[in-house]
């Protein structure tokens, strides 16, 4: 399944709403926040947005957590290919928040992506194929 552009979170507010309203997982090498997104109210928007289909990523890896810029990158592009080929385990209406910790890239990519599924079946397990 392909990771389309409208499938990132991009925004500050978006990230912020994740972790300040959302829940939290902890999945060892990762942590995974998300946020059920609010229906979006038609009559109520002033500003033509595009209307979001299907559950968004945010992907955070920082220097302090995970090192320089390398790891940084791998990190990333580790956590969103997870994303990209399990996302039918989210629900369409969520926002996701991955922040990776130091442990990400000492693991086989094959143990990341078991922890991504199970917390995925755990979180939403009406959802979950």
């Known amino acids: 399944m392909r990771f389309r ?20 997982q902890d ?6 926040w998300w946020y059920r997104r609010p229906p979006e109210n038609t009559a109520d928007v002033v500003v033509p947005m595009t209307p ?11 220097t302090a957590a ?20 399990h996302q039918n385990l989210v629900p ?6 991955m922040v990776a910790r130091a442990a990400l890239n000492r ?9 991504f599924v199970d917390a995925c079946r755990k979180l939403f397990p009406s959802h979950a194929t």
């Not at 369409?92 to 928040?97: A, E, I, N, V, W």
Request: aromatic share 6%; charged share 40%; net charge positive.
């Open 5 to 24: 552009a409208e499938q990132h979170m991009r925004r500050q507010r978006d990230f912020r709403d994740a972790r300040e309203k959302g829940r939290r």
């Open 27 to 32: 999945c060892g090498a990762f942590t995974l």
């Open 52 to 62: 979001i289909h299907g559950p968004r990523v945010g992907v955070i890896a920082s």
């Open 66 to 85: 995970v090192g320089i810029a390398v790891k940084r990158a791998r990190a990333k592009r580790r956590m969103r290919e997870i994303f990209r080929q």
């Open 92 to 97: 369409p209406d969520c926002d996701l928040l």
């Open 107 to 115: 693991l086989e990519y094959s143990e990341i992506e078991q922890k």
